[in-house]
């Protein structure tokens, strides 16, 4: 088979002949029909989510849809031919955040697929077989790709930070694919959408998408702590504003705009990077910084099932064969993508 490999950590992606993988005794083997190219991936590549040197070469990619061909030999609750989409994280399944249901908060953390395990950059991949999760018939694989992380993130982050219709949220990179999917969630949820980015075509993309449901607001201008706190129905800032890009002074920004009360969220890992407000700034506003992890298995599954239903749009822009993803890489580098590469193995 053919697989887009990263030989070491910061290289650059080849794409390479390997052999099919055979699925371990607690696997599934999928054949991908779908994988999200996104920044997320870029970061893992870069090492930012871990850069031991004995994890590569490696075949990233963890935000994929496709159908079960082989099963191993403990495998009881799947069967060739399921449709299934895949969850990131490599959660243990004992500890009593899993037995809650909150997996995302997984005490015996094993790592992610794409690092501790090879992805879905490659027309077969294998995964534990509780990470493949069912999709519904009707929904498609680049829809399933998309609910694994691009839909399955902003459905944590609304419930995390409860919103609804009192709230105004700001959206701090609201041209990449989280940005896009929880714009239409937070709407959808009666709340008012601030979407911040750069570039007058990110800014563009981001009104084709949502239409009059959402504002955009150009985060590269001086001003944008005031603008943001005149674009709110009283002047008073957005209630949660949530970054996705982790620049520093652009939080900066959002924090001094937030209203009384308000939050903060942080999706960004960035080893070399912090925030800290002075401590009175916390009280005076009662305001909160809070992170947001991924999401629950049973948020990926509700994420299709919202996809599925129509009740949230797939914004896919491109889709590329395996032989392309080096280059879509570097135009994530260069900020130049919006919305979610698809990568279709087949093509």
Not at 248 to 260: F, P, S
Request: charged share 20%.
């Amino acid at each position: 088979m053919n697989a887009v490999v990263l030989p070491d950590w910061g290289e650059n992606l080849a794409v390479e002949s390997r052999e099919r993988p055979e699925p371990t005794p607690d696997e599934v083997r999928v054949e991908v029909r779908a994988c999200g190219v996104t920044r997320t991936v870029e970061n893992a590549i870069q090492g930012g989510l871990d850069d031991d040197p004995a994890l590569v070469p490696r075949v990233p990619g963890h935000e994929f849809a496709g159908v079960v061909d082989a099963v191993g030999d403990d495998v009881t609750d799947h069967a060739v031919g399921d449709r299934v989409a895949a969850y990131f994280y490599l959660t243990c399944g004992q500890c009593d955040a899993c037995r809650r249901g909150d997996t995302n908060q997984c005490t015996d953390f094993g790592g992610w697929v794409g690092v501790h395990t090879d992805g879905a950059y490659a027309e077969y991949t294998t995964l534990p077989a509780e990470n493949a999760l069912q999709i519904p018939d009707n929904l498609s694989f680049e829809a399933g790709a998309i609910a694994a992380d691009g839909l399955a993130t902003p459905l944590h982050i609304c419930e995390r930070t409860n919103i609804d219709d009192r709230d105004t949220v700001l959206i701090i990179g609201a041209a990449g694919r989280i940005g896009v999917h929880l714009s239409q969630l937070a709407a959808a949820r009666g709340a008012s959408v601030l979407a911040a980015d750069v570039r007058n075509e990110r800014l563009a993309q981001i009104d084709t998408v949502t239409g009059s449901a959402v504002s955009t607001v150009d985060a590269s201008q001086p001003d944008f702590s005031a603008r943001l706190q005149s674009a709110t129905p009283y002047d008073d800032g957005p209630t949660v504003a949530v970054d996705t890009v982790g620049d520093v002074q652009t939080l900066d920004n959002a924090w001094n705009a937030l209203a009384m009360g308000g939050q903060v969220v942080s999706l960004t890992t960035h080893h070399d990077r912090s925030f800290a407000p002075p401590l009175k700034e916390y009280v005076v506003k009662e305001a909160s910084i809070i992170g947001s992890r991924y999401a629950t298995k049973q948020q990926v599954v509700r994420a299709a099932r919202l996809l599925a239903d129509g009740r949230v749009d797939p914004v896919m822009t491109n889709k590329v064969p395996l032989s392309a993803v080096p280059t879509t890489h570097e135009a994530i580098r260069e900020g130049e993508t919006f919305g979610m590469t698809i990568l279709d193995p087949s093509r």
